[in-house]
């Protein structure tokens, strides 16, 4: 099995990839620029060029599985919002399906569903998330929505919770995100489930099992 891992180049693409290698998990990253192969290809991980807002459907060729952690990121406009993080997730959801891949993992976002309750500067990305996840949903594609909270760059807990509620920090490592996806990875059945992701004290079988 080979997982098309999208934003590869990013925080948690990059942890992903590392993890799922050690994991004897095969990855294939996606990168935009031929400059961010060489990390990959200096871990033996296989590396190609593709872009969310060009072309890209080579890069799905012969994968079974996608994860999707690609972003436009805070420095960017809604335009990029509109760009990568909905018409790029929806593009890659369409080719997904028909290259005949078999389940796509989406990083979406916590409350996304509640886009107008977010800060007002959030409210577009979170609307974007919002639809990239129902489009995802409505697919017919098996599916997997991780739905971490505020993201940070501490050391992995490997402990989980799904509710603001329940989670001492409000927020979640990047890496324990990259930990909950490489669990996914490793089981195949699990599809058709949304989760927030927040650090907390359960291990991730308790969230996604
Ligand atoms: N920040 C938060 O608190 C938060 C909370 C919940 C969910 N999320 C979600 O978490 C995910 C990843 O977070 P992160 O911290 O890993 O983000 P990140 O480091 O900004 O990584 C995003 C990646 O997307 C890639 N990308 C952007 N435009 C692209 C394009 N046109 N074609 C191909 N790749 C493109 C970027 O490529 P380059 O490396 O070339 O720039 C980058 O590698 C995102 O889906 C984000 O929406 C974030």
């Given at each position: 099995m080979t997982i098309l891992v999208v934003g590869a180049n990013g925080q948690i693409g990059?942890?992903?990839?590392?993890?799922?290698?050690?994991?004897?998990?095969?990855?294939r990253a996606m990168v935009r620029r031929e400059e961010q192969?060489?990390?990959f290809k200096a871990r033996g991980i296989e590396a190609v060029i593709g872009d969310l807002e060009g072309d890209m459907?080579?890069?799905?060729?012969?994968c079974d599985e996608v994860v999707f952690t690609a972003g436009s990121g805070p420095h960017t406009g809604?335009?990029?919002?509109?760009?990568?993080?909905?018409?790029?997730?929806?593009?890659?959801?369409?080719?997904?399906?028909?290259?005949?891949l078999k389940r796509f993992v989406m990083v979406s976002a916590i409350r996304a569903e509640k886009p107008l309750e977010a800060p007002e500067k959030m409210?577009?990305?979170?609307?974007?998330?919002?639809?990239?996840?129902?489009?995802?949903?409505?697919?017919?594609?098996a599916h997997v929505i991780l739905k971490p909270g505020p993201l940070t760059d501490e050391a992995p807990t490997h402990g989980f919770v799904d509710s603001l509620e329940a989670s001492p920090?409000?927020?979640?490592?990047r890496a324990d995100v990259?930990?909950?996806?490489v669990h996914v990875a490793r089981h195949p059945a699990l599809e058709n489930r949304s989760v927030t992701l927040l650090n907390g004290d359960q291990p991730i079988d308790a969230l996604l099992s």
């Open positions: 990059k942890q992903f990839c590392e993890q799922a290698q050690q994991a004897g998990i095969a990855v192969l060489e990390w459907a080579h890069a799905f060729e012969g809604p335009d990029k919002t509109l760009l990568i993080d909905l018409h790029g997730a929806m593009r890659s959801v369409d080719i997904a399906k028909e290259k005949g409210r577009p990305y979170m609307a974007a998330k919002l639809a990239a996840d129902r489009y995802l949903e409505n697919s017919g594609l920090s409000g927020s979640i490592t990259a930990y909950a996806l």
